[in-house]
């Protein structure tokens, strides 16, 4: 028979279940809002709290996720902000405490330090201020939708339009005109991809809107490759870790969403020496015709590309309106 301490432990708990709920409402999966608002409470009054622990009982939080649930219980209240934002206080949101080799070892892989660290010249690992430059506010749903997962940046002095695609989002920085305000970026030569990208992807590159039409002189796709869409940027440029120059990939399972599983999963070594991308090319890629080195192996198993050694970019260039053209 319970006594009065443990009835009251039991009343205390349960109506701390009740309470942290109630607290948690204005946050909607349903709705893509994860981030808090000034709404948090209800009416409020939980807004600009800093102690999570005042209202939610640690064990009671995520009872219906349990994969997030597990890692709370790891973590502590110290994941709260890095999910839920800030919550109106100066708590630091830390990305990578739940985002590594221990806890999310493939959300995304990190394994190489070279990454979209917003610094040219430094390598360095990702920290948390270089995720929420692109991340802010994840549906954390286990499915990847540009419009949701990735930060809202609006078409400076245009009208305001969701992504489609996640190239969408790269070219709202990665434009001449209209970049936006604490990652302007100055061309380093002419044609510079990083502020030309948005004319290359409208206009030029197949691998963009123009996309390709497999009628080409040299053409054919690998069996595996299914293509429907436009090629995102991500699918060559690695956003969170490889060693190749240029954030190439170095593994198919980084990037190429058009690749099917049973092939990208593998993964496929992707390795790009002296400008050498017959590795990258020959993953999608892979002649109809024999032409000069197709059935040359590229050294990571695969063969099919009209060049398997030598420099790519004295033909194949980002922005060339041209057979030699991406």
């Not at 936006?180 to 030309?196: H, I, N, S, T």
């Not at 954030?247 to 990037?255: A, K, M, P």
């Not at 695969?302 to 033909?315: F, M, P, R, T």
């Amino acid at each position: 028979m319970l006594n009065k301490p443990s009835i009251f432990l039991v009343f205390l708990l349960c109506f701390s279940s009740i309470i942290s709920q109630a607290f948690a409402r204005d946050v909607s999966l349903e709705d893509n809002q994860i981030l808090l608002t000034p709404n948090h409470g209800g009416d409020g009054s939980a807004w600009g709290q800093g102690d999570c622990a005042g209202c939610h009982v640690l064990r009671n939080i995520h009872d219906t996720a349990p994969k997030i649930k597990n890692i709370v219980q790891n973590t502590g209240y110290a994941s709260c902000a890095g999910c839920h934002g800030e919550n109106g206080t100066t708590i630091k949101r830390e990305c990578v405490l739940c985002h590594n080799d221990s806890l999310l070892p493939k959300s995304p892989l990190m394994q190489e330090v070279k990454n979209h660290n917003f610094t040219l010249q430094e390598d360095s690992v990702l920290d948390d201020k270089d995720c929420l430059a692109c991340h802010d506010a994840s549906d954390m749903d286990g499915d990847f939708e540009p419009a949701v997962d990735l930060k809202h940046y609006n078409l400076v002095g245009a009208i305001d339009l969701p992504y489609q695609n996640g190239s969408e989002f790269c070219l709202r920085c990665h434009n001449r005109n209209q970049q936006q305000a604490g990652y302007e970026m100055e061309a380093r030569f002419k044609r510079d991809p990083l502020v030309v990208m948005a004319i290359n992807y409208e206009h030029i590159d197949v691998h963009g809107k123009p996309k390709g039409e497999g009628n080409r002189t040299y053409t054919g796709l690998r069996e595996a490759y299914e293509y429907k869409t436009v090629v995102e940027c991500s699918d060559c440029h690695a956003m969170h870790g490889t060693h190749n120059k240029k954030l190439i990939v170095d593994r198919s399972d980084t990037g190429m969403s058009l690749l099917k599983d049973s092939l990208r999963l593998t993964p496929i070594s992707i390795d790009t020496p002296e400008n050498n991308y017959a590795q990258l090319c020959v993953t999608c890629h892979k002649s109809e015709y024999k032409v000069e080195e197709s059935d040359r192996e590229t050294g990571n198993g695969l063969s099919g590309v009209h060049q398997a050694s030598g420099s790519c970019i004295e033909c194949h260039t980002h922005g060339m309106a041209a057979q030699t053209g991406l």
